[in-house]
């Protein structure tokens, strides 16, 4: 009973309660409002990095099957590498690209893609868009990781998100949410308030994720961390199996393998510095 504009909106203005609560106690510090080109890139990551992501994504989701919408999402990998390579002139290994090959089979077979393709022009389009909004998370958060601390990044990112999303689909417009829902599959028949479902959702799978995808890149470049979070449509896989009984196959299981060898690759693909040489004592 909820659309995918107004899920978003509780995933962003939730997690944004929470990260502003935890900057309270942990770095007040965080809570100081950004200025000049601190603004511009949290504008830019919270409103299309953040909120532009969740929401393409569920639009996908509502007009393709999952497996088409999560292929199309997880082009990100591909986008940054080329980002990477021709617009910020960096170095990529040649091996790199053979990680990015080794990804996209992988997901392909995980998605089961071959068994059922639905052409929904918007569907497809918000896929796309998924996809742009992904890698310019992963872009625009290695850039600001690198400049702040990710505590201020995520509080003002989501804050900025939870805004623009209530803008789109104020929360207060939400249905009554003191209601029961059906936790389906293997627990069908066990039922949890709305709320708390929707509780789950904002803290394991929004503010969770994103925070520790923010920290990953302050040790790791944009290029490896996307590849890395390309496991998410594996461990989709692997929930459906065991949550809904949905058939994991042969070819699923390879492409969850191919998916594995991809960021393995690409953590071996990463330039790495030369070693200091010590100084001789004069």
Do not use: K
């Not at 900025?160 to 209530?166: D, E, G, L, S």
């Not at 904002?202 to 923010?214: D, S």
């Not at 030369?274 to 004592?281: D, I, R, S, T």
């Amino acid at each position: 009973g909820i659309d995918p504009a107004l899920l978003t909106t509780f995933r962003t203005t939730g997690s944004a309660l929470l990260f502003v609560l935890f900057a309270l106690v942990a770095d007040r510090s965080a809570l100081r409002p950004p200025r000049g080109r601190e603004l511009a890139l949290l504008l830019l990551l919270g409103v299309v990095g953040i909120a532009g992501v969740q929401w393409t994504y569920n639009i996908a989701i509502d007009r393709i099957p999952v497996g088409m919408a999560l292929l199309l999402e997880y082009l990100a990998p591909v986008l940054v590498v080329l980002w990477a390579r021709f617009v910020q002139r960096q170095h990529v290994r040649r091996t790199m690209w053979l990680a990015v090959a080794l990804t996209l089979v992988g997901l392909a077979l995980v998605a089961q893609i071959a068994s059922g393709l639905a052409f929904d022009g918007l569907g497809m389009l918000a896929g796309l868009a998924a996809a742009a909004c992904l890698a310019t998370y992963f872009l625009v958060g290695e850039q600001g990781v690198s400049e702040a601390d990710p505590i201020r990044v995520i509080v003002w990112a989501f804050v900025f998100a939870a805004v623009a999303m209530n803008v789109v689909r104020p929360i207060w417009t939400s249905p009554d949410l003191d209601v029961s829902a059906d936790l389906l599959g293997v627990l069908d028949g066990y039922e949890v308030p709305l709320w708390l479902a929707i509780g789950w959702v904002v803290v394991l799978g929004t503010l969770t994720p994103f925070f520790m995808e923010l920290s990953a890149l302050q040790h790791l470049p944009a290029t490896v961390v996307t590849m890395v979070a390309t496991l998410e449509p594996v461990g989709a896989a692997a929930l459906g199996w065991v949550w809904f009984g949905e058939s994991l196959d042969a070819l699923q299981a390879v492409g969850g393998l191919l998916v594995v060898a991809g960021i393995v690759v690409a953590q071996a693909s990463r330039s790495v510095p030369p070693p200091a040489v010590p100084e001789v004592p004069g």
